[in-house]
């Protein structure tokens, strides 16, 4: 089994010097051919060696509250409007993903539009047998609040 432990820190301040409260916002996933429209939390964080970490937890999670489950983990390192994914997890009630760097599928290409990040590819269903992993197309579009 492989695990990811990600930490974030709020990017951005408002004025009154406290951090932003991630937003609800729709993310629309598509996995081989499907659309599946999720709602979630957004939280966008600039990590400590450049890269960007994206997490969408649950509609109704607390913000500053540690979920166990997000339904999006996204990890990329910027490259202007071709940032470079190291990690991504999809977790979805009936199928999981995982892409990135160190899988068998190699990263999937990201796009980067504004504050509007696009990642497509193929991943693998999470829970198949290593010496037999199933994939599948995928496309992922987001927006940091």
Do not use: H
Request: charged share 15%; aromatic share 4%.
């Amino acid at each position: 089994m492989i695990a990811a432990c990600v930490a974030v820190a709020p990017v951005g301040c408002s004025s009154s010097g406290s951090p932003p409260a991630p937003q609800t916002s729709s993310i629309r996933i598509v996995i081989d051919g499907e659309t599946r429209a999720v709602e979630g939390r957004i939280v966008c964080a600039d990590g400590p060696t450049g890269e960007v970490s994206i997490e969408v937890d649950p509609p109704n999670t607390a913000p500053g509250a540690t979920v166990i489950d997000p339904i999006v983990v996204l990890d990329l390192t910027p490259r202007g409007d071709a940032p470079w994914v190291s990690l991504l997890s999809i977790n979805l009630p009936d199928i999981g993903l995982s892409a990135g760097r160190y899988r068998t599928t190699g990263p999937p290409a990201a796009a980067k539009a504004g504050n509007t990040y696009t990642v497509k590819g193929q991943a693998t269903v999470v829970g198949t047998p290593p010496d037999r992993p199933t994939y599948k197309e995928f496309e992922l579009e987001l927006t940091c609040p």
